[in-house]
Nanobody, 127 residues
């Protein structure tokens, strides 16, 4: 079972940047899809970005051209570079992984499509 540990969250002013990291410990499963979800208070979890095992990336419309998802060559660390942050980006950010490939672009993926979740890291953007 994949264990995921996020880091890099914090507080930043609007227009600033943060880089989230997710360390994955793979045991018997091979991860074919990883990504980031976020959940703001009172709102449902939403997909932010995904990356497939072939490097195909997908972004929510709200973060396109501001956020970049990437992973290292060993595919055991996932990153989310967040630039031009807005107050509406404030949320708990979760790293996710699944042993199957991404079922589709991030606009259609659901939380149940991923069988491994991190504990979350808080991102707060002030105006």
């Amino acid at each position: 079972q994949v264990q995921l540990v996020e880091s890099g969250g914090g507080s930043v002013q609007a227009g600033g940047s943060l880089r989230l990291s997710c360390a994955a410990s793979v045991y018997t499963d091979v991860v074919h899809c990883m990504g980031w979800f976020r959940q703001a208070p009172g709102k449902e979890r939403e997909g932010v970005a995904t990356i497939d095992s072939d490097g195909t990336t997908s972004y929510a419309d709200s973060v396109k051209d501001r956020f970049t998802i990437s992973q290292d060559n060993g595919k055991n660390t996932l990153y989310l570079q967040m630039n031009s942050l807005k107050p509406e980006d404030t949320a708990m950010y979760y790293c996710v992984a699944d042993s199957w490939g991404c079922v589709g672009p991030v606009q259609v993926v659901k939380p149940d499509d991923f069988d491994a979740w991190g504990q979350g890291t808080q991102v707060t953007v002030s105006s």
